[in-house]
């Protein structure tokens, strides 16, 4: 019988990019889906391929009967549902923070590790933050031919990266600078955003119109940002090199959608453009854009709403032995978050 999908947070942002993600995709192998989110969205109705659904509330009895389910929620409503959608017998695909590096937990990017999902010794399957799945298709492209050992990146976060509340906070921060002639004084950004009548809370640090903000995520200890460790540790643990040398700093940018990082790349093994670019040209979810000479690169202008990981800029470091230096931009809400997810539970259902 066709596997029975449920989806958690089928409201949300993320829910939302992961239904038009489900109306677009040219295999279904599902056979009944149920939507399902707070009490709140209960009722709403959905079209999902042709056939309005109706949003259903969170309870124990919704996973009955479901073979995967797909968590787009906040970490706590993971923590505590995914276990409980397990117990009913799903296998939780969980977008969320909650479950990361849990040892019994695989973490998995589908083009790099889809063989973890069968080691799920708590039924419950994790997938990456956007910032480090950004990259991962380009490293799981390089890192089984030449050896990755070292990984120095700086992240170009897009305000989407902090939800719908960041979008809006970007773009009502855009109107409050633009045509103002402001941004040769500094505090005069602050200033016309304040005088836009903005409040002060902000999901950024930081104005971030007109601006660059070094710090995402929560702070953790010794200065870093927890956008930087999850980069660290959850590299470590996709491609299965529990050493692997990172460090990583983490920016937001003012771009609404799409991640990019620049990539310092160290390998065992010696390595060329040349080679690099037949891997990454040969990789299904990898577009090499790298002709810089005819302004050839990806940009998160060019890249928001796709699929597929872009990659350029692709060089030789001058300085440092078998060492490429790039950059990669994906849509932190696609491949970053409901994309992945949904790959994963399309491997799950090739299994089943
Ligand atoms: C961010 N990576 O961009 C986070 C979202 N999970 O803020």
């Known amino acids: 019988m066709a596997p029975v999908l449920a989806l958690v947070g089928a409201t949300g942002a993320v829910g939302t990019v992961m239904v038009d993600i489900m109306n677009s995709r040219p295999h279904w192998p599902w056979g009944e889906v149920r939507l399902i989110a707070s009490p709140r969205s209960a009722g709403k109705k959905i079209t999902v391929r042709g056939q309005e659904l109706t949003v259903r509330a969170l309870a124990p009895e919704v996973f009955d ?29 969980d977008n969320s923070g909650a479950f990361r590096m849990d040892p019994d937990v695989p973490l998995v990017v589908p083009e790099v590790n889809a063989d973890k999902v069968d080691d799920r010794p708590r039924g419950i399957i994790s997938n990456p933050n956007c910032t480090t799945l950004s990259m991962m298709a380009a490293l799981g492209a390089l890192h089984p031919t030449f050896g990755l050992r070292e990984l120095v990146v700086a992240s170009y976060q897009a305000a989407s990266g902090a939800g719908q509340d960041g979008i809006d906070r970007l773009q009502a921060e855009a109107a409050a600078v633009a045509g103002k002639g402001v941004g040769d004084r500094a505090g005069d950004v602050r200033e016309a955003i304040a005088a836009a009548g903005l409040p002060a809370d902000s999901p950024f640090p930081a104005p971030l119109a007109f601006n660059v903000v070094p710090w995402a995520g929560s702070a953790k200890e010794d200065g870093w940002a927890s956008e930087e460790l999850k980069v660290r540790n959850e590299s470590r643990k996709i491609l299965g090199i529990p050493d692997l040398k990172v460090s990583a700093t983490c920016v937001r940018v003012p771009v609404v959608t799409t991640h990019s990082l620049a990539v310092h ?6 390595v060329t453009v040349a080679q690099a670019h037949e891997l990454f040209e040969a990789a299904p979810t990898l577009v090499l854009r790298d002709d810089p000479a005819n302004g050839v690169f990806p940009t998160p202008a ?51």
Not at 67 to 74: E, G, L, R, Y
Not at 265 to 270: L, V
Not at 312 to 340: I, M
């Open 65 to 93: 009967g479901v073979d995967i389910a797909m968590f787009d929620v906040p970490d706590a409503v993971s923590a505590e549902w995914a276990p409980i959608a397990a117990a009913r017998g799903a296998v939780a695909v």
């Open 265 to 270: 790349a160290t390998f065992a093994e010696p």
């Open 302 to 352: 060019d890249v928001v709403g796709a699929d597929p990981t872009y990659v350029g800029r692709v060089r030789q470091a001058l300085d440092f032995p078998n060492t490429l230096d790039f950059f990669v931009c994906g849509d932190n809400l696609r491949k970053g978050a409901a994309l992945n997810t949904y790959e994963i539970a399309e491997v799950l259902a090739a299994r089943a």
